[in-house]
């Protein structure tokens, strides 16, 4: 992976996090970064980072919770897609915790280690062979996140399409995976078991603030 790919993940990261004035006035930087990009990645960012750039951050925040905090299907939680809630949410939370701690990167209390934002940040500042290879087995999910924000019309379906241009290209295998998952949705299981038991100190919400 090239630095420049790097540096984009690590844009759409800040990107897919609560809007506030610290991201605002990282956008000059943010869009430097894009432009050294492929168009395939640089454009969907241009274009979201565009929208910021015209909005009123009071509405950018309203925007932000209507469509991450009460869609279901706009989870940008990766293990979510695959696992919903159920016993195997826990241990697959566990499995990204334990794969950030092995290389030395420690995540803070705020955030669930499966974000896409976390992801993408690991994988550009982290390890970069693990971190890509997290994102790989789960482009399905993101692949996704992307088709939901798409059909509500949210300008976050750009910076998804970005995180996607960064990935190798679809195979027909995941395709048909995809659309499997898109007509089962996330797995509704009742346990009684909480899923974030087993990640102490990481509580679930929706998005930084």
């Known amino acids: 992976m090239t630095e420049t790919i790097a540096a984009a993940r690590l844009a759409a990261a800040w990107l897919l996090w609560y809007p506030d004035e610290e991201l605002l006035g ?3 930087q943010i869009e430097a970064v894009a432009t050294q990009a492929p168009p395939k990645v640089s454009e969907p960012l241009l274009r979201f980072t565009q929208q910021l750039r015209e909005g009123d951050l009071t509405d950018l925040q309203r925007q932000y919770v209507a469509t991450f905090d009460t869609k279901r299907r706009a989870c940008p939680y990766l293990s979510y897609w695959t696992d919903g809630d159920t016993r195997n949410r826990g241990l697959a939370l566990l499995r990204f915790k334990q794969a950030y701690l092995s290389h030395g990167y420690e995540l803070g209390p705020e955030e669930l280690p499966d974000h896409l934002s976390v992801v993408l940040e690991f994988a550009a500042r982290g390890d970069v ?4 290879a997290l994102l ?3 482009r399905v999910s993101i692949g996704l996140l992307r088709e939901a924000l798409t059909s509500y019309g949210s300008p976050y379906a750009d910076v998804v399409e970005a995180v996607l241009a960064t990935l190798p290209e679809i195979t027909p ?5 995809m659309a499997t998952l898109a007509r089962m949705g996330a797995p509704q299981e009742a346990v009684g078991l909480d899923p974030f038991a087993l990640v102490p100190n990481l509580e679930p919400t929706g998005g930084r603030r």
């Open 136 to 138: 790989v087995e789960h």
């Open 173 to 177: 295998e995941i395709r048909d995976r």
């Open 129 to 132: 062979l693990t971190g890509e």
């Open 26 to 28: 990282r956008l000059d």
